[in-house]
């Protein structure tokens, strides 16, 4: 953003010098910054990926460049499937947060009386509590045999019948959700306070149902702030760690957590970094949307 | 919203003028201390007056050290104790490279005399450290040897902890004896017997380790160098964990964590699991696992290891050095390692050991197997993902 600003400054041509300089001035450090901890980082996680190691009986390695690592994340089973889960959990988390999200956004902007005015205090408390925190209290609360399992026994639900949701994608999906709603609530909400009264109740005037209003009016005004608030929690679920470390099945495992272990305790940095890639391009894509909303409303 | 966010924001700058202060003071304590120990080691006598020790770890071996084992020697032998303490090894390296810069510049007298650090340090093909024996360090004739042979004599160890069986004693009165009756068990009590990850914590790990051993030699493993070709043995080991899973805890989960086998079994979840017998031992101490819950070991046992301090080769108080080591081996010392807080296991044999410490661990002060880890660790992690994990 700040280069955006700069940039115009430059237009006025007896300062210019002066404001160039000022301009670089004030993009050095941010430049600097990107540098040296986004863009070489990510070249490394790059030049890595395409390093292939062999290891012969005795354990002794040798290395050479080639394109195994991404061969094997395509024509190994395990890598393979983690790939495709971890885009499945995104898109789930994604899409239900979405929903939720907007029917609250909805309630607190148009609706009236004491239990608008609640919720809209008690929507935001999971922005306060840390992804462990929530990943421990999930468990505890939705495990088999846990909280919720114990109260629904007491009323008949006979043992075993629960179904599993620790240790499992719907406890990722459920937790992402949970965390995720305080934000995108937030951002609707400011969205939908951008469509003015008058235009609604014009609309209401020429006769429009509240579904036509809805259908016709909010949605489509609401649509690029709602998309770009869907594109940082798809970032955010896509490279999560906690949550589908402590709630997760074994296996399949999110890139997060296989890019950890297989770091860490299977000492293969090259699969891990041909993880992070493929992380990476699926972050891509919600990047260059998020970018194309940004430059369409600078164009605005 | 902002009504909500103006009373937390002094909050959250407290928070983060807390956690700047809490992260200064380990790095505050750490500088202070090399400088104190260096000019500690300057003379060197024909009777050594003091002893230079590095060593590294959790608080309880720290509080081991300082609060039990150097004052008793202190005033058994008069010679002063300067201890260096880097929590949870950090800065291990560092230390190590200080070591192998004295030697590369060809120093006669080295200022560390000392170090206990991760195992796999003294074996380096630097050989950085003291082969010692018996007659250096009469009690090492109580310590099993295999434990010895690990790291060629050239570090010893004085504590140690393995996994070992947990089981639930009102369920399950007769709990089994060897591997193979565990399996049958698990087979005949489906659900009901859980162990975790073993990317998550090592006692998940010595249940497949006790499967490899099943199917392939266990003596390939502590006797003989890294070698691919025994991993072929593997197969059979992870396709008959494979075809355990379905009589595992809900049917194939695998808690995460060594914590996850204990929270189920304190849950009543299993009625068996394989668990540390330091992390069981201390959770029954305080109370975090019902009474009911008993601990026994397999024969052939689980997999374990030692703790090891090392004497550098050019120690400048090598005699001083092997006092305390001796000391520290003494039945005495080793009983404030089991019954302590630390709940380890003693780096002597276990028959040396007087009665009280050894009912501590009742039903499971036995040796144990060892696991060499490194190259071998890494790929049973990945393989178990790959082939058992579902």
């Given at each position: ?300 | ?63 081991l050290?300082?609060?039990q ?73 109580k ?16 504590r ?117 017998s330091d992390?069981?031992t201390q959770?029954l101490a ?8 008993k601990i ?33 081996l003494e039945p005495a010392q080793q009983s404030l390692i089991v019954t302590g807080a630390m709940s380890g296991y003693p780096g002597i044999d276990w028959q040396y050991m007087p009665s009280d410490a050894r009912t501590r661990f009742s039903g499971a002060d036995k ?24």
């Amino acid at each position: 953003m700040a280069v955006v600003t700069s940039a115009r400054a430059v237009g006025r041509p007896r300062r210019r010098d002066r404001s160039r300089v000022a301009g670089v001035l004030l993009v050095l450090p941010s430049l600097l910054y990107l540098t040296v901890f986004v863009f070489i980082p990510v070249i490394k996680a790059f030049a890595t990926s395409f390093t292939v190691r062999d290891r012969d009986d005795a354990g002794n390695y040798t290395y050479r460049v080639g394109l195994d690592n991404y061969n094997q994340l395509i024509a190994s089973d395990t890598l393979r499937s983690n790939v495709i889960f971890t885009v499945f959990i995104a898109v789930a988390s994604v899409a239900i947060v979405f929903v939720i999200a907007y029917v609250i956004a909805l309630a607190l902007r148009f609706g009236r009386g004491p239990s608008a005015r609640f919720l809209g205090r008690i929507y935001i408390v999971p922005l306060f509590i840390p992804s462990v925190i929530a990943s421990y209290a999930m468990i505890t609360f939705l495990a088999n045999h846990g909280f919720v399992d114990g109260i629904l026994q007491a009323i008949g639900l006979p043992d075993g019948a629960f179904p599993k949701i620790v240790f499992d994608w719907k406890g990722i999906v459920i937790t992402q959700v949970w965390l995720s709603l305080p934000f995108m609530t937030v951002l609707l909400s400011s969205v939908l306070l951008e469509i003015s009264d008058s235009l609604i109740e014009s609309a209401r005037d020429v006769g429009a149902s509240s579904w036509q209003i809805f259908r016709h009016i909010v949605l489509p005004l609401s649509a690029p702030g709602a998309l770009i608030g869907v594109t940082f929690i798809f970032l955010g679920v896509i490279g999560g760690f906690t949550v589908p470390y402590l709630l997760g099945p074994n296996a399949p495992q999110m890139l997060g957590v296989s890019m950890v272990y297989y770091m860490t305790n299977y000492f293969e940095p090259y699969i891990a970094s041909t993880q992070a890639v493929a992380i990476f391009l699926l972050s891509l894509v919600a990047a260059v949307y998020y970018v194309r909303q940004q430059f369409k409303r600078e164009i605005r | 919203m902002k009504r909500w966010l103006r009373p937390i924001t002094p909050i959250i700058a407290a928070l983060f003028i807390v956690t700047a202060c809490g992260g200064s003071t380990p790095s505050a304590g750490g500088s202070a201390a090399p400088s104190a120990a260096g000019s500690a080691a300057t003379s060197a006598a024909p009777e050594d007056k003091e002893l230079v020790f590095y060593s590294g770890g959790d608080t309880n071996v720290q509080d081991l050290h300082t609060k039990q084992i150097i004052p008793a020697f202190e005033k058994a032998t008069g010679i002063k104790v300067t201890f260096t303490f880097l929590e949870h090894g950090t800065g291990a390296q560092g230390i190590y490279d200080r070591i192998k810069a004295q030697k590369d510049t060809g120093k006669a007298q080295w200022d560390i005399d000392l170090w206990e650090s991760d195992t796999g340090y003294y074996t380096r093909p630097d050989d950085l450290f003291l082969q010692v024996g018996a007659s250096d360090i009469p009690n090492l004739a109580k310590v099993p040897k295999p434990t010895l042979d690990f790291v060629q004599n050239k570090a010893i160890p004085y504590r140690g902890s393995s996994v070992v069986l947990a089981y639930n004693s009102d369920k399950v009165t007769n709990p089994p004896q060897t591997y193979d009756d565990l399996l049958a068990w698990i087979k005949a009590n489906p659900g009901k017997f859980a162990y975790n990850e073993p990317s998550t914590g090592g006692s998940g790990d010595a249940f497949v380790i006790s499967m490899i051993y099943k199917y392939s030699d266990y003596q390939k493993y502590v006797t003989q160098p890294f070698s691919a070709a025994n991993e072929k043995d593997w197969d059979a080991a992870f396709a008959a964990l494979k075809a355990l899973a379905p009589s595992l805890y809900s049917k194939g989960v695998y808690p995460k964590g060594n914590a996850g086998t204990l929270d189920l079994l304190n849950r009543g979840e299993i009625w068996m699991g394989s668990v540390w017998s330091d992390q069981s031992t201390q959770a029954l101490a305080a109370g975090q696992l019902p009474k009911s819950v008993k601990i026994t070991q397999i024969n052939p046992a689980f997999n374990g290891g030692a703790a090891y301090i090392g004497i550098t080769k050019n120690a400048t108080h090598k005699q001083a050095a092997m006092k305390y080591l001796n000391f520290l081996l003494e039945p005495a010392q080793q009983s404030l390692i089991v019954t302590g807080a630390m709940s380890g296991y003693p780096g002597i044999d276990w028959q040396y050991m007087p009665s009280d410490a050894r009912t501590r661990f009742s039903g499971a002060d036995k040796e144990y197997r060892l696991w060499p880890g490194g190259t071998y660790g890494q790929d049973m992690q990945r393989l178990w993902h790959e082939k058992v994990a579902q």
